[in-house]
Every structure is written in structure tokens, then in C-alpha cells.
């Protein structure tokens, strides 16, 4: 079936440090990707919408200088977190899925980043 | 509002019958699903509903759906230990964009 990989899945790093997440589909081509946060305890908040070969749709409320996303091909997006901040710690997930003509194709979920800024 | 809402937890002991609830806010939405969370670990696919069914059954999952009422839930038959996880739904809106609920915490006891 259709898997998502994502690296790195755990980041321990400094303050203002840049740290760079991708996010691949490894056997079929995904035009649009998500990225998520989750809180501990929360529930996923999407962040962003990742379209390949254009500019990404960044929810309300999150700074896309911060977030930076970019998808120049069909099986790969990265999530760049700019001068990370302690209060950027979190657990950020990225899903696609299959495009096409197949309405019902639901999400299939990496196994998420946990970022953990000192 | 835009909110999808659960109830945050559940507990049950094992070999009963776990059932989860969702009420979701997008009348256009036209699937409806279910994932689950181990800790620590990314969302896992378990099953899906289209909005002009009722209820869909897959081995020990059975999702009841009440489009009138946006109501949504999840039997788990002979809940196991390894269960327990959270349990989130989601619906698909306009763009392909997915919203999940708050997520139900399930403990199964032995």
C-alpha cells in the first residue's frame, strides 16, 4: 500500500538552530502534501498545504518565514523550522495521498518528527 | 465552529465492546474516517465512511454514521490491550484538506 516516510523522526538541537524535515511518498506521486503539529495530549493542527511546483497555503496564525515549505517534486516536500525556539518543540506529521480521480483516497500519515529545541 | 469534537477519554475492560464518538461540523463532508495513534508514532488508517452510507462493517470495527445529526462512532468488538491508543476522527473537507477531532483516549484494561 501506499507509505509515507518522514526523516528525521527525533531533533534535539539548539536555539536558532534551522532544522530541515522531509517528508517522501515512496510509491506513488503526491502532488499536494500536509504538514501537522501536535501538542502533547492535542489533537493535529494543520499547518500548512504543500503543493508541488508552487507556493504552499499556510493556515491562519502560522508565520510561513518561520515554517518554510517547499515541494519541487512529486514524491518529496520538506518543512524547514527557521531559528527554532524552544516554544517550536512539538511533533510536526506530514500526510498525502494518492491524486488522482479517487475521491475517497484518504490520508496516509509519516511517522511524525519530534522536535525538541534546548 | 469549525471544531471536530471528542470525548477525551474512554476506558474499558478487555473483551468488551469499546465504542467512540465524533461529532463532526462539515455537512459537505463526503468520507469520513478513523485513525489511530500509538505513542509517539504517526496516525494509522483504520477504516473509512462514505457520507451516504449508514454504517460499515470491518472485522471487529463497525462505524455508524448519522449525517442528520453529523454524529459519527466507532465499535471496536473484544477490545484488546493492544487497543489501547488514541483515536482521532477526521473529515475530509473542500481541497483535500483533512480536520481531525480532539482525539479519545482508549485504556483497555486487563
Known amino acids: 500500500g501506499a507509505v509515507v516516510s518522514q526523516h528525521p523522526s527525533w531533533v534535539i538541537c539548539k536555539s536558532g538552530t534551522s532544522v530541515k524535515i522531509e517528508c517522501r511518498s515512496l510509491?506513488?506521486?503526491?502532488?499536494?502534501m500536509f504538514w501537522y503539529r501536535q501538542f502533547p495530549k492535542q489533537s493535529l493542527m494543520l499547518m500548512a498545504t504543500?503543493?508541488?511546483?508552487?507556493?504552499?497555503?499556510?493556515e491562519q496564525g502560522v508565520e510561513k518565514d518561520k515554517f518554510l515549505i517547499n515541494h519541487a517534486s512529486l514524491t518529496l516536500s520538506t518543512l524547514t523550522v527557521t531559528s527554532a525556539h524552544p516554544e517550536d518543540s512539538s511533533f510536526y506529521i506530514c500526510?498525502?495521498?494518492?491524486?488522482?480521480?479517487?475521491?475517497?483516497?484518504?490520508?496516509?500519515f509519516g511517522d511524525g518528527t519530534r522536535l525538541s529545541i534546548l | 465552529g469549525e471544531d471536530v469534537e471528542q470525548s477525551l477519554f474512554l476506558s474499558v475492560r478487555e473483551g468488551d465492546s469499546s465504542v467512540i464518538n465524533c461529532t463532526y461540523t462539515?455537512?459537505?463532508?463526503?468520507?469520513l474516517y478513523w485513525y489511530k495513534q500509538e505513542p509517539g508514532a504517526g496516525l494509522q488508517l483504520l477504516t473509512y465512511?462514505?457520507?451516504?452510507?449508514d454504517m460499515k462493517q470491518d472485522q471487529r470495527l463497525t462505524v455508524l454514521l448519522n449525517k442528520k445529526d453529523k454524529h459519527l462512532s466507532l465499535r471496536i468488538a473484544d477490545t484488546q490491550t493492544g487497543d489501547s491508543a488514541i483515536y482521532f476522527c477526521?473529515?475530509?473537507?473542500?481541497?483535500?484538506?483533512?480536520?481531525f477531532g480532539t482525539g479519545t483516549s482508549l485504556t483497555v484494561i486487563p
Open positions: 500526510s498525502s495521498s494518492i491524486t488522482g480521480s479517487y475521491s475517497n483516497q484518504p490520508q496516509h
Open positions: 510509491d506513488f506521486q503526491a502532488t499536494t
Open positions: 504543500s503543493n508541488e511546483g508552487s507556493k504552499a497555503t499556510y
Open positions: 462539515d455537512s459537505s463532508s463526503t468520507y
Open positions: 465512511i462514505f457520507s451516504n452510507m
Open positions: 477526521a473529515e475530509k473537507r473542500t481541497g483535500n484538506q483533512f480536520y
